[in-house]
């Protein structure tokens, strides 16, 4: 006596859309907080700004493929003499250096007094927004396999 299966196309072809629904709201999700986390960090710091070029070099780009958010500052629009001086003001320098998840470089002798005091506002802006995002996230997985789109 043996066991015939039926239906596992219907089964299989409702994961698979299951799984789309997931990706674009996922990368719709991950857009949404990877604003909010930019537009946060760019009005939520103490450094003085003059030119504007470090706000605007905050940056979130989502890889749709690997459903990825990258958070950082942009290199090419804050770099003078080598320097990435958006991490500078991150992480600070000298007396006021602290690490954070940026590498800044040691500017300990090209600089004299107290040095730079660290104002963490990427980490700021990204731990204010974790857990919502990680909540839309889950509630993005639970909705799919609940049917809703």
Do not use: W
């Not at 600070?92 to 590498?103: A, L, R, V």
């Amino acid at each position: 006596m043996g066991v015939k299966v039926i239906g596992q196309n219907k089964i299989l072809n409702k994961l698979n859309n299951i799984s789309s629904v997931i990706e674009k709201n996922s990368a719709k999700v991950l857009q949404d907080y990877g604003n909010k986390m930019v537009k946060y960090a760019r009005s939520n710091h103490e450094f003085q700004t003059r030119t504007g070029n470090l706000e605007r070099a905050i940056t979130a780009i989502v890889d749709i493929q690997t459903l990825r958010m990258s958070f950082f500052i942009d290199a090419d629009r804050v770099t003078n003499n080598g320097y990435n001086y958006g991490v500078v003001q991150h992480d600070g320098f000298g007396n006021g250096y602290k690490k954070s998840q940026f590498t800044a470089p040691n500017l300990n002798n090209k600089f004299s007094g107290e040095g730079l005091q660290h104002d963490h506002f990427m980490v700021k802006a990204a731990e204010k927004y974790k857990d919502a995002l990680q909540k839309s996230l889950r509630d993005v997985v639970f909705n799919a396999f609940r049917g809703k789109k």
